[in-house]
């Protein structure tokens, strides 16, 4: 399976946490930096965080600085995305992807994208 295959979604009340898992297997992603995206509904998908292949390299959109925290652990080739203090607006599908392009922060960057997990925000 070349897909990475995200889970840790659900429900959750506004100001909690949850932590995402994205897991990738196989030479098609070792080596790679990945990243996190998410997608609500009628809106385009969106990036959220990155990490490059060492782990030394780490991004984020505005609305995920200071509450949002990617890692990874290469020997089983997993990335995680803790997400804290969440808010409605972070309700959203969220997909993890390998980033094969130069830019960081662009959709087209990214490759072998997962099925998602749904993160769904109460207020």
């Known amino acids: 399976q070349v897909q990475p295959v995200e889970s840790g979604g659900g429900l959750v009340q506004a100001g909690g946490s949850l932590r995402l898992s994205c897991a990738a297997s196989g030479r098609t992603f070792s080596g790679f930096a990945m990243g996190w995206f998410r997608q609500a509904p009628g809106k385009e998908r969106e990036f959220v965080a990155a990490?490059?292949?060492?782990?030394?390299?780490?991004y984020y959109a505005d609305s995920a600085k200071g509450r949002f925290t990617i890692s990874r652990d290469n020997a089983r080739i997993t990335v995680y995305l803790q997400m804290n203090n969440l808010k409605s607006e972070d309700s959203a599908v969220y997909y993890c992807?390998?980033?094969?392009?130069?830019?960081?922060?662009?959709?087209?960057?990214?490759?072998?994208w997962g099925q998602g997990t749904q993160v769904t925000v109460s207020s």
């Open positions: 992807a390998r980033r094969a392009g130069i830019d960081v922060f662009t959709l087209a960057s990214y490759d072998y």
């Open positions: 990490i490059s292949w060492s782990g030394s390299s780490t």
